[in-house]
């Protein structure tokens, strides 16, 4: 009875997470943390998926030879556990009583006696390596490779009704048999079910498949039904708290940035698809990395961007691409991406194992302070992102996006660190330690990205920027009523269509969400003319909720950002623990901005508002200047 009441409770807790902003006032506060935090990822996931290697031609033994390769060649023990097997693995849905068949042709351990078929042995073996295993499934009732593959070779057989083996009318069922039954520890849940199988799909008029009715469009985010889907997502949460009473499980949300999932997959999930599909070509690296690169705030130990799985062993990042495969690591280990290797271990050269195995890039993935890196400067050939560890070093990357060598400026004003001060770098590809004062010059390669650990004496000696802890601020209202395309993400040629029609038009909603050290469209931080460095730009009617850990005193300048096309007035408010601690004025464009301090001693949730008499804020951006937690 105590488990099963606590079960209940955790459950019940799970709801009333996905319901806290269902209040009549969306911005009154709450004095609670409401991004996800249920399941087992305190920093992000890290292990080897079956698909780019693979994709549904999968047996036993390329799974546990992977698996295997992880234990021998020491990815393991750097922090690679998870072994997941992607679609293809299951036979049939058994009518007699809804259960799932697994392919045992391919998976003969799962033969066990005379009843159904059961991954319980495989889940066994893979948990006796020191590993986790993941298990693969989608929202509707069909999965991806039933909607798209080009032939049926993988694919389940039987009738229509038996060739449903999604979670769509069983979630509650086939996450028991997942977890409480076959012993799995994560699951990516596709969404291809609610997406393919409209009543104009080829498939559905030939009768192989039955019609159900599209909840996602990924070319519209106006045409996909997000409450439907988040309804999903809560039911499959709901069940994996039911088999999991002791919270050990991941869930991937995997719906490719469709349905404005940029904003919301941190309220559901372990982890969110960002984008669609990453190959092994450097512009499609590009528009994976750019879909989630500018989400910091969405984001937190938890609850993870990703931006798909690494595509390191093929292609533009195989064995003669070691700059593009290095670089590819990098990055994701920046803006704390998952760390899942897509190819097949089993052959793979000790050139890329020492790429995957890099224990300095992993920590930095792995940092327990859960920041997901900053950019500190933009242009469209070279980035430089900047993340705070939780040892008060930064992690610091600049990025050759281009086909070019270039020289580059890195400033201690970019990592927020004195420039009259020493500032220790360490390389964390060749190793190389230097040092210098206010800017040192740097060269890169094409597609080069230089990495280094950084330590200086802080501009703010006695406390961190909110930009500086972006896992720590979550926008639980950002502002954004009617979700529209990001416009700055790098659209590649190599994308499914490849070059054929006029190519692919902005499809990932988020644009005009909370951003770190910039304004929500890409301007700059200025109230009345005077530009701010650091801050936080959001728009108008929203809430960022901000976990304090032990500071004493908030500061900000606040006030309605020069980018503004709306003359309305906003009022800032600071809450500590639900309770209000400082208000502004009523604040205009061009009036200047107004200082805001806060006492937040034994406060533990700070919540910022920005309020405004607008029913669309898209056209009032607001500021946050130089927004600060300090220990005095």
Known sequence: MKRFLGTTLAVAAVLAGFTAQANADPLAPTGRWSAYTSGHAQTPPMGWSSWNAFATDIDETKIIGSAQALVDSGLARKGYRYVNIDDGWAIKRRLTDGNLVIRTARFPSAVVGADLPTFRPFTDRVHAMGLKVGIYSDLGRNTCSQAYSPDDTDLPKGTVLEREVGLYGHVDQDIALFFSAWGFD???????????????????????????????????????????VQAEFRQINAALVRSNPDGDFLLSLCIWGAGNVRAWGKDFGSLSRT???????????????????????????????????????????????????????????????????????????????????????????????????????????????????????KA???????????????????????????????????GKQQSFRGTVKLHLEPHQTLMFKARGARVLADGLYLSEQPGNVNPAIDGVVEPAPDPMIHRSASGWQGTKGSGERPIYAGWGGAQADSAPYGEALRIAGKTFDTGVGVLANSRLEVRNQSYRRFTATVGVNDSARDRSAVTFTVYGDGKPLATSRSLKWGDAGQQLTADVSGVKIIELVARAPVADPATLPVTWGEAALLSR
């Open 186 to 228: 994560f699951i990516k849940v596709d969404g291809c079910g609610l997406r393919a199988y409209g009543a104009d799909s080829e498939k559905v008029k030939s009768g192989a498949y039955r019609e159900l009715k599209p909840l996602l469009d990924m070319d519209s985010v106006a045409r996909s039904d997000i409450p439907a």
């Open 275 to 393: 984008s669609d599909d990453i190959n092994p070509s450097w512009g499609r690296m590009l528009t994976n990395f750019d879909s989630a690169a500018k989400r910091a705030f969405y984001a937190h130990p938890g609850s993870w961007n990703d931006p798909d799985m690494l595509y390191i062993g093929k292609g533009d990042f195989d064995a003669n691409h070691i700059t593009e495969a290095r670089s590819h690591l990098s990055m994701w280990a920046m803006i704390d991406a998952p760390l899942m290797i897509g190819m097949d271990l089993r052959q793979a050269p000790k050139a890329l194992l020492d790429v995957f195995g890099n224990a300095d890039v992993i920590a930095v993935d792995q940092d327990p302070a859960g920041h997901q890196a900053v950019v500190a400067f933009d242009s469209d050939e070279v980035q430089t992102f900047v993340k705070t560890l939780s040892t008060g070093d």
């Open 396 to 430: 610091v990357a600049i990025f050759n996006r281009s086909a070019a060598p270039i020289d580059v400026d890195l400033t201690a004003a970019q990592m927020k660190f004195r420039d009259d001060a020493d500032i220790a770098l360490a390389d964390l590809w060749s």
